[in-house]
């Protein structure tokens, strides 16, 4: 089937600079108290396991339990274990795709990297096969590796450098590598390193394979917050703009690139579930985070170790669809207007 494919670059000028908001959210104290229910609600629930296909990661306590929601506004309310640090994993995946789209442009990424979902899982080797080397999308392993690749720099440490700055402007803080986590993926990365060999091979990398992968380790070992995650997707919200340290860490026409990246395949092959249910774009990580964002209003981060049989946090997952609707988050949903608001020109 054919591609479909629209210059995002040459689309009008006004179209590009349009303003874009989804309203706001209700007043603080009725977002506090919505997150502490929702917290309440899910913090028993043991559905789920805790990954144990990384070592390091099979230690982690699976009654932990934080949700934080960032606005626009600078405002930042949490629950739980909010302030717990766990590795970012794939979550690192879209921030790394926007800063990729920032420094090669809509075309460029679309191009070479890709915006669609697979169907398979996220470490799928066949998805690159049976599309003839295309990583397809940066949510995905694949395509995150391919998207890794194209950071700046003469050498490991200055593309590392790269990555790590950017995740950290997105946070707001200056982020660090849990260096146990790190050791222990470099040591069972081996389908990763086929992943990158693979596309190596038919031209999709921008530097060499061995190399990229370990600042793909890296980045998936950086240790985050459930508030740096609701800090990180609030920034994507804001049209790039750090809402508690007001630095433009992307530009607007980048968030929206990466919010449609994520909306197609941040859940994996579960996407279009996710959709369905909570109507926000979100990407989860295998330590159990998890990030939604609602554009013009904020973002949700949530930290909770077991894992559904897709890799996603399963109280996160039942905290976002709460709050979804709860906090008028999801993208979909509309009221009919009454009469009294209907145009009458």
């Known amino acids: 089937m054919e591609t479909l494919h629209i210059e995002g670059d040459s689309a009008p000028t006004a179209l590009q600079a349009a303003a874009v908001s989804t309203g706001s959210l209700p007043d603080r104290e009725r977002v506090r108290s919505l997150l502490a229910e929702a917290h309440e609600r899910y913090n028993d629930d043991v559905s789920g396991e805790v990954a144990d296909y990384i070592p390091a990661l099979a230690g982690a ?172 997707g609030a920034t994507l919200a804001d049209g790039g703009v750090n809402p508690l340290t007001g630095e433009k860490v992307v530009d607007a026409s980048v968030c929206r690139d990466t919010l449609a990246a994520l909306a197609a395949a941040g859940l994996y092959e579960r996407s279009g579930d996710w959709l369905y249910e909570i109507g926000m774009p979100g990407k989860s990580g295998v330590s159990g985070g998890l990030v939604t964002i609602s554009p013009g209003k904020g973002a949700l981060g949530s930290y909770a170790p077991r894992l559904d049989p897709a890799g996603n946090s399963v109280r996160g997952q039942r905290a976002a669809h709460f709050l979804s609707g709860a906090l008028g988050l999801n993208l979909f949903a509309s009221h009919p207007q009454t009469p009294a608001d209907r145009s009458t020109s």
């Open 61 to 232: 306590d699976p009654d932990l339990f934080g949700l934080s929601l960032a606005g626009v506004d600078g405002g930042v309310f949490s629950s739980g274990d909010a302030q717990v640090e766990f590795s970012i994993q794939s979550i690192s995946k879209a921030f790394v795709f926007a800063l990729i789209d920032q420094l090669l442009g809509h075309d460029t990424v679309r191009r070479n990297i890709g915006v669609n979902n697979t169907g398979l899982p996220f470490n799928s080797v066949m998805a690159i096969e049976l599309n003839h080397g295309s990583p397809m999308n940066a949510m995905v392993n694949a395509g995150a590796i391919a998207a890794t690749s194209f950071a700046p720099g003469g050498d490991v440490e200055s593309r590392w450098e790269f990555i790590l700055d950017g995740l950290s402007r997105f946070a707001g803080r200056e982020l660090v590598i849990d260096d146990e986590v790190y050791r222990s993926e470099s040591a069972s990365n081996g389908r990763n390193r086929a992943i990158a060999g693979l596309l190596h091979s038919y031209g999709a990398f921008g530097a060499d394979p061995d190399s990229t992968v370990d600042v793909y380790t890296r980045q998936c070992s950086v240790n985050v917050t459930a508030e740096d995650l609701a800090v990180m």
